[in-house]
C-alpha cells in the first residue's frame, strides 16, 4: 500500500518556526516530485512549495517564499518543510502530495496522485 504520512506539525507562536515531515511507505519517495498543500477553515486548498525529484524547490510567492523551504531524505524516505517567521495566517491543515514525473514540480494539485491524511499547524499567541 502506498502511504504518505505527515507529522511535526503544532502549535506555535507568531514569529515561531516548525519543519512537518513527509514520509513514504510502500514506494520510494525519490521518484516522485513532491507538493505541500494547505486548507484553512473555510477555504480551498492551495499549494505553498514543491520539489522536485532532483531537489529543486519552488514555493507560492505571495504566501511563503523566503519564509519555507523544503529539503529531501533519501535515506528516510522522507521530505521536510521548514517553516520560519510563522504568521496566524499560516494556520491550517498541511498535506504532503506526491506526483510521479520526471519532470519539475507544480503547485496544483490536480497531478498529484498519493496524499497523506495532513497535520495541524496552528499559529497563535
Known amino acids: 500500500q502506498l502511504q504518505l504520512v505527515e507529522s511535526g506539525g503544532g502549535l506555535v507562536q507568531p514569529g515561531g518556526s516548525l519543519r512537518p515531515s513527509c514520509a513514504a511507505s510502500?514506494?520510494?519517495?525519490?521518484?516522485?516530485?513532491i507538493g505541500w498543500f494547505r486548507q484553512a477553515p473555510g477555504k480551498e486548498r492551495t499549494g505553498v512549495s514543491c520539489?522536485?525529484?532532483?531537489?529543486?524547490?519552488?514555493h507560492d510567492v505571495d504566501s511563503v517564499q523566503g519564509r519555507f523551504t523544503l529539503s529531501r531524505d533519501s535515506a528516510k524516505n522522507t521530505v521536510y518543510l521548514q517553516m520560519s517567521s510563522l504568521k496566524p495566517e499560516d494556520t491550517a491543515v498541511y498535506y504532503c502530495?506526491?506526483?510521479?514525473?520526471?519532470?519539475?514540480?507544480?503547485?496544483?494539485?490536480?497531478?498529484?496522485?498519493?496524499w497523506g491524511q495532513g497535520t495541524q499547524v496552528t499559529v497563535s499567541s
Open positions: 502530495a506526491a506526483h510521479r514525473t520526471d519532470w519539475g514540480c507544480t503547485m496544483d494539485d490536480l497531478p498529484y496522485e498519493i
Open positions: 520539489i522536485t525529484r532532483s531537489g529543486r524547490a519552488a
Open positions: 510502500g514506494f520510494t519517495l525519490a521518484d516522485y516530485a
